[in-house]
């Protein structure tokens, strides 16, 4: 007596290996097979199969099947969101795979959108994870991507999922500096720098975003316009004294000056005693290793602005700064760095 056939359904196809369904996808036009089929199963094992296609290179094959499962979705997409968000998510990897991420990207935005009306979270956080990626390889920021960063940032970030938050502010902080809103940028790249502070293997992030900090600084014409010191930048102030510090206490006099020069940019908006406090030491002690290494412009350069630091700082704090300098004292500069990145938040309050 001859076994009886399981039943084929959605599930059972999708546990098949690729190949099995490959096969089944051959069949799926067969009376007899598709009327065990909702269209439900069939596009969402059709997704599926858009993407095992993909990841084995076949991708006349994946866009047949994606695009196939694209028009069976689409025709439930009132009812069922979450599964046209599934389809597109699989499409667009397929897009991106094979090169194009314009539409790779396009579909990854769509997938968002319907998987958050669908309520499908996981579906919704890989498409922004993967439209992060799309526009980190190169697509431009347009009308379409801008507010998608705006929103995906929020969403990350209530999400705890720090790196992707991060991701999504240096991608709005770079665009917003495009549209020449450069005191916006500030705002957004300094969440960069809070938001890497304890990650690890964020140093080329948090890098590029000091670049992109310093270029949105050089470009606010009026100082008055100049959004105050966040703690973003005070940390990553922190981050550079130590750096240069413990560089110099090995002997790598060249990485402490460029350290320092970094940290000294990033105060350019001092506005705080101990923040100038902070900037004048940096000078002071930048004067001295640039002295050893004889580069008088750079000594003489240093020390013009130290000067001219002091004379904004109380008499009695100018004096502890240039003695403390004079003396190489570099644990009481980063002590002073640590001060300066814990309590400094805004302008105007006490030193």
């Known amino acids: 007596m001859m076994a009886e056939e399981p039943e084929t359904t959605a599930d059972r196809i999708l546990s098949m290996p690729v190949y099995e369904r490959v096969a089944h996808f051959a069949l799926v036009d ?3 097979v598709r009327r065990l089929l909702s269209d439900r199963d069939v596009a969402s094992a059709l997704g599926c199969l858009c993407l095992a296609y993909a990841m084995e290179e076949r991708y006349d094959e994946a866009f047949a099947a994606g695009l196939r499962a694209q028009r069976i979705a689409r025709g439930q997409a009132a009812d069922d ?7 597109l998510l699989n499409l667009g990897v397929a897009h991106c ?11 990854y935005l769509e997938s968002w959108t319907h998987a958050r009306r669908g309520g499908d979270e996981p579906t919704f956080l890989k498409a922004g994870v993967n439209a992060l990626l799309a526009l980190e390889a190169g697509r431009p920021i347009g009308e379409t991507e801008f507010p998608f960063l705006q ?7 209530a999400a705890n999922q720090e790196p992707e ?49 310093l270029e949105a600084d050089r470009r606010i014409d009026d100082p008055a316009d100049t959004p105050p010191l966040g703690p973003g930048a005070l940390r990553e102030v922190r981050a550079l004294v130590d750096d240069g510090v413990e560089s110099a206490l090995r002997g790598i006099v060249p990485r402490t000056r460029t350290c320092f020069s970094r940290a000294l940019a990033l105060l350019e908006r001092r506005a705080r005693p101990r923040e100038r406090l902070l900037a004048a030491f940096l000078m002071l002690v930048g004067a001295r290793f ?16 130290a000067g001219q630091e002091v004379e904004l700082i109380k008499p009695s704090l100018a004096e502890w700064v240039k003695t403390r300098a004079c003396h190489m004292d ?10 300066v990145s814990v309590s400094a938040r805004s302008r105007g309050s006490g030193p």
């Open 81 to 87: 969101p979450a599964l046209l968000g599934h389809v």
């Open 30 to 32: 067969a009376p007899a």
């Open 151 to 157: 929103e995906c940032r929020a969403v990350f970030e």
């Open 97 to 107: 795979q094979a090169g194009d991420l314009e539409k790779g990207l396009a579909a």
């Open 165 to 213: 938050a991060a991701r999504a502010c240096r991608l709005l902080g770079e665009a917003l500096l495009d549209r020449g809103q450069a005191a916006d940028a500030i705002a957004v790249l300094d969440r960069v720098l809070v938001l890497t502070e304890s990650l690890g293997g964020a140093r080329s992030m948090r890098r590029e975003t000091t670049r992109l900090l």
């Open 290 to 305: 640039a002295f050893h290494e004889d580069d008088e412009p750079t000594t003489l350069g240093l020390m013009k602005r």
């Open 330 to 339: 570099l644990g009481a500069l980063s002590t002073l760095a640590r001060n």
